[in-house]
């Protein structure tokens, strides 16, 4: 079974659910050559061009082998949840590539509050282009309408169906089910895809309600790499980015010398960026090279007990940069927030940027 997600923090959601589910799982970046169990991969079409991330998706599924002996795939494709990414674009690849002849892409996560109806989607009763996602850097959301959001999926072969609730995203399930269809979506879709198809109900012993952040934040690297964070006072050092690397006046020397001699005197340390008055693409590029040269930095002077990332795209680059590219599962800590275990033993903790930090401070 594989998994396929455009960012690294979906990935290890879907990591997370797989693993509470008793399953074997195997959370890598970029491409696979070996299979066993349950592959998820992580590819971060998100943070590419729209041709990148349709290139991309070919050349990570070319080594894949089918599954089943009738030859047809077991594939579920993660997206995101507040409809960010190349959606269309991705969907109609992978439906080329592994003959699906259709997709259901059905983004709402009801246990968040996330919600379609009557076509428009919902965050806690409000439309998605009122909320802080219409200020994405990225995938700004400027209309609640999933028609007028991807105005091509439906000549694309990609159906957009409504779901208010979990059953809803049962039935969706049950009513498409035939084998040639691909079902993409957000973690309640995968949950409910996840126990029709291998019939397996969920085994709550594999999560885990509380990890060592429940006490104090000792040899821990922490940092809120994204647009949807929010104020953590955890009683830790902080280090913030300066306005003037943010702005890309100055390079990133001064703030590695400064961090560094905190992270080395205190044994933690806090990222954050302080500003968010700059937007697109560029900018999102730039803010998490820096935040992961910074933190490949601070591991190569002292191996941190945990290293906590909020946000896909920081995770990702700060994944590639430390060279870790893949990750043993170790439990789900809380929907969305996963801990890993890096080749050098280090503990990775991931979450998306839209998602509440739940149990873990």
Avoid at 283 to 301: D, F, N, P, W, Y
Avoid at 320 to 340: C, F, Y
């Amino acid at each position: 079974m594989f998994v396929i997600a455009d960012d690294i923090t979906g990935a290890a959601e879907m990591a997370g659910i797989a693993h509470s589910h008793g399953l074997p799982v195997r959370l890598v970046c970029g491409c696979v050559t070996a299979t066993n169990g349950t592959t998820v991969i992580a590819t971060d079409t998100r943070s590419m061009t729209e041709e990148e991330a349709v290139a991309e998706t070919h050349r990570i599924l070319s080594p894949l082998p089918h599954q089943g002996g009738d030859g047809r795939w077991s594939l579920f494709k993660k997206t995101d949840s507040a409809l960010r990414g190349h959606v269309v674009a991705e969907l109609s690849a992978l439906m080329e590539a592994t003959g699906y002849q259709r997709a259901v892409y059905l983004p709402a996560n009801p246990s968040k509050g996330r919600i379609i109806r009557a076509g428009t989607y919902y965050i806690n009763n409000t439309p998605i282009h009122k909320t802080a996602f219409s200020y994405d850097p990225e995938f700004p959301a400027t209309t609640s309408v999933l028609k007028e959001r991807f105005p091509d999926a439906a000549q694309k072969g990609i159906l957009m169906p409504n779901a208010e609730t979990t059953e809803d995203i049962r039935k969706v399930i049950a009513d498409y089910d035939d084998g040639h269809t691909l079902f993409a979506g957000a973690a309640d879709l995968f949950e409910a895809w996840l126990t029709r198809t291998t019939m397996i109900t969920k085994d709550t012993r594999n999560i885990r309600p509380s990890i060592e952040t429940k006490s104090p934040l000792s040899s821990t690297l922490l940092l809120c790499g994204s647009t949807q964070s929010k104020p953590l006072d955890l009683g830790i050092p902080v280090t913030e980015m300066p306005r003037a690397i943010y702005d890309g006046s100055k390079d990133i020397t001064s703030w590695l010398e400064e961090a560094s001699a905190r992270y080395e005197q205190q044994g933690s340390l806090m990222i954050t960026i302080p500003f968010h008055h700059r937007t697109g693409k560029e900018v999102a590029v730039h803010l998490r090279e820096m935040t992961a040269i910074l933190i490949q930095r601070l591991v190569t002077l002292r191996q941190p007990q945990q290293l906590i990332i909020e946000g896909g795209a920081s995770a990702f680059a700060t994944l590639r940069h430390l060279g870790w590219n893949e990750l043993e599962m170790d439990s789900q800590i809380a929907p969305g927030v996963i801990k890993t275990k890096a080749p050098n033993g280090t503990f990775v903790i991931m979450k998306p940027g839209s998602y509440p930090w739940g149990s873990l401070f």
